[in-house]
């Protein structure tokens, strides 16, 4: 969806380019959440750009992001001079108008579900301003150890580093109705599992957790959650939900658990 204009008589064009999911199970309902997106548009483009904050809580006005979301938006011209393209996209996660967004090396946008459709992901936390060889390196030696077969069969398989989980079990997801259980249960339900690679972990924010180090490194069946949060790692750990990173010599051995 997008829309071109002109704020002043004679001024330069402004465009703005919007990729949307619609989430309504009816064609009808999609079709009226197009209306209703549409202008919404419209008059977000002569009344809301102050800033994108206010532009997209215009956009979506009268429709949620139940029912649409938009996880691509590409806006030029003079009145958008003053906008940084990142900051819009994050702003896009943060008021959960979208899912994921991306953030291409190359700049060029994409839709989130046009480059991860059927795609093996890793998830590691760090900081990723300037991308290094540091970054690489731990989603290399992991992918590496993973058969080519199992590479070629994973139709969208997420894995995600221990140190993400570990932020995971230790946010209780109070928003959630079933709080620390249900987010549990949305993470691995959507063919997930960690992989851990054994590096140096901050776990000094870990309340009550305990460890065992081995030369300054710590491993997954060396962690111990306060209980009763210990068993369902323990849980995580037997059901292969999260698989341990093996000896040099047995990585060849490796396997992805699948899913149904």
Known sequence: ????????????????????????????????????????????????????????????????????????LECNGPVFEGWDRNEIHVSLVAGAYA??????????????????????????????DSVSKLHANPVRDTLAQVPKGELAETKGRLGLFLTVLLRVLDDRYRELPGTLL???????????????????????????????????????????PPEPLDHLYRYLLSSKFIIPEKPASERSSLKIVRMG
């Not at 209703?36 to 997209?56: Q, Y």
């Open 1 to 72: 969806m997008g829309l071109r204009f002109q704020r002043v008589p004679r001024g330069g064009p402004n465009e703005i380019i919007l990729h949307v999911n619609l989430r309504d199970l009816s064609n009808q309902s999609q079709q009226e959440a197009v209306g209703i997106l549409g202008v919404n548009l419209i008059d977000a483009a002569f009344h809301a750009l102050g800033t994108p904050e206010a532009f997209l809580a215009n956009l979506f006005e009268d429709l949620g992001s139940q029912r649409a979301e938009i996880d691509c």
């Open 99 to 128: 899912e994921a967004v991306v953030f291409p090396a190359d700049n060029q946008l994409v839709p989130a579900n046009e480059l991860l459709y059927k795609r093996l992901l890793v998830l590691a936390l760090g900081g990723f």
């Open 182 to 224: 249900e987010g549990i249960a949305r993470l691995f339900m959507q063919n997930v599992r960690v992989k851990e690679v054994r590096r140096r972990v901050e776990l000094a924010s870990l309340t009550g957790w305990r460890w065992k180090e081995k030369d300054g490194m710590i491993a997954a069946d060396d962690l111990y």
